[in-house]
């Protein structure tokens, strides 16, 4: 029975010093919400899936009209504007991860046909520069993966391909210099020749340039990337 005190009076002083607030409004909830009504409400959802290689809305059979067999679908939750926008950066720039739970279970639901329509063999997550994530103490594009992973049954690789230049973040730059920024940053590990499919994972896509950069590698290097999936993006 003390212990179960104890443990109440820890639990009551935690949530008294870090009440529980929206990620998306920073106003204070009683029920543990980590996104208020108010802000659900607020979050645009994304209606159709979009193509990487010509930018525009596909159909929801994830193929695009345009580029047929060459399309390159971005499957995402929400439009990175208002609640959205400040979730994305309180998970990606201040260690809040209850997000990557969250949001991979709703894109799940919102496509899980498509995503295993895929038949990919593995996610791979967009990785940060070796020194960015010893800063940051975690890889937010991994945690978001690694959430997805468990819902579609598809294992992750964090070894196939690495970022090798350490370059300006992407968010603080024009769009138009965003594109150069990015170039030549990754590495693929190993080359194959046999019929690899892979689901790059990003927390948000703005550009896409990112994304389309890790892609083309990947692809270079003979593996086929059937699909992006993130929590936002900015089209």
Same mark, same amino acid.
């Given at each position: 029975?003390?212990?179960?005190?104890?443990?109440? $009076?820890?639990? !009551?002083?935690?949530?008294?010093?870090?009440?529980?607030?929206? =990620?998306?409004?920073?106003? $204070?909830?009683?029920?543990?919400?980590?996104?208020?009504?108010?802000?659900? +409400?607020?979050? /645009? =959802?994304?209606?159709?899936?979009?193509?990487?290689?010509?930018? %525009?809305?596909?159909?929801?059979?994830?193929?695009?009209?345009?580029?047929?067999?060459?399309?390159?679908? =971005? =499957? %995402? $939750?929400?439009?990175?504007?208002?609640?959205?926008?400040?979730?994305?950066?309180?998970?990606? @720039?201040?260690?809040?991860?209850?997000? #990557?739970?969250?949001?991979? /279970? *709703?894109?799940y639901k919102m496509y899980s046909e498509l995503l295993h329509e895929?038949?990919?063999? @593995?996610?791979v997550p967009i990785p940060l520069h070796r020194s960015r994530e010893?800063?940051?103490?975690?890889?937010?594009?991994?945690? @978001?993966?690694?959430?997805?992973?468990?819902?579609?049954?598809?294992?992750?690789?964090?070894?196939?391909?690495? *970022?090798?230049?350490? *370059? +300006?973040?992407?968010?603080?730059?024009?769009?138009?210099? *965003?594109?150069? !920024?990015?170039? #030549?940053?990754?590495?693929?590990e190993e080359i194959t020749e046999d019929e690899i499919n892979c689901?790059?994972?990003?927390?948000?896509?703005?550009?896409? %340039?990112?994304?389309? /950069?890790?892609?083309?590698?990947?692809?270079?290097?003979?593996?086929?990337?059937?699909?992006?999936?993130?929590?936002?993006?900015?089209?």
């Amino acid at each position: 029975m003390k212990a179960i005190l104890q443990n109440k $009076y820890i639990q !009551n002083l935690i949530e008294f010093i870090f009440p529980h607030l929206c =990620l998306g409004c920073g106003a $204070y909830s009683e029920n543990e919400k980590v996104v208020c009504d108010a802000c659900e +409400k607020n979050i /645009e =959802l994304i209606q159709l899936p979009y193509c990487l290689r010509c930018f %525009s809305s596909i159909s929801e059979d994830i193929r695009c009209f345009t580029c047929k067999d060459d399309t390159l679908p =971005l =499957l %995402s $939750y929400a439009d990175y504007t208002g609640p959205m926008r400040e979730i994305i950066i309180q998970y990606k @720039f201040k260690g809040i991860t209850s997000p #990557s739970q969250i949001f991979a /279970e *709703r894109i799940y639901k919102m496509y899980s046909e498509l995503l295993h329509e895929t038949d990919a063999d @593995f996610l791979v997550p967009i990785p940060l520069h070796r020194s960015r994530e010893a800063e940051r103490g975690y890889n937010q594009a991994s945690i @978001f993966a690694t959430e997805i992973s468990k819902h579609l049954n598809v294992p992750l690789n964090e070894d196939i391909i690495t *970022r090798i230049k350490k *370059r +300006k973040h992407q968010a603080k730059l024009a769009i138009a210099d *965003r594109e150069k !920024n990015i170039q #030549s940053v990754f590495h693929v590990e190993e080359i194959t020749e046999d019929e690899i499919n892979c689901i790059v994972v990003d927390d948000v896509v703005t550009t896409g %340039s990112t994304v389309v /950069e890790a892609t083309k590698v990947l692809e270079e290097s003979g593996y086929k990337v059937v699909a992006v999936v993130s929590i936002a993006h900015a089209f």
